[in-house]
């Protein structure tokens, strides 16, 4: 069983930074499409970047381009968040699924509902 766990979060001005880490136990050998995902106070849960370990593809929302870098150090995957925006407060939740060699991170999934294994979250805000 894969359990996640997020922590880095907290409160942030706009255009200051934030490091999101989380850390993966469970791994069974295989690859995995994981992604960060957000869900602010009443709007739908949104993807904000999705990564495949087997090439270290990325894909990231257009509303954190040039912002946010996603990266893995061993069993835990760092989202860097920099040039933090009001916008960007919400809760911040780690995501995982198996994947077969060789898919395209555009095949990951997307909603939170295909994903296998989940995070409890963590909060991020960021006052103007």
């Known amino acids: 069983q894969v359990h996640l766990v997020e922590s880095g979060g907290g409160s942030v001005q706009a255009g200051g930074s934030l490091r999101l880490s989380c850390a993966v136990s469970?791994?069974?050998?295989?690859?995995?499409?994981m992604s960060w995902l957000r869900q602010a106070p009443g709007k739908e849960r949104e993807g904000v970047v999705t990564f495949y370990t087997g090439d270290g593809s990325t894909s990231y929302a257009d509303s954190v381009k040039g912002r946010f870098t996603i990266s893995q150090d061993k069993n835990t995957l760092i989202l860097q968040m920099n040039s933090l925006k009001p916008e960007d407060t919400a809760m911040y939740y780690c995501?995982?699924?198996?994947?077969?060699?060789?898919?395209?991170?555009?095949?990951?999934?997307?909603?939170?509902?295909?994903?296998?294994?989940w995070g409890q979250g963590i909060q991020v805000t960021v006052s103007s």
């Open positions: 995501a995982a699924s198996r994947a077969p060699l060789g898919t395209p991170v555009s095949r990951c999934p997307r909603e939170w509902a295909d994903f296998t294994y």
């Open positions: 469970g791994y069974a050998y295989g690859n995995y499409c």
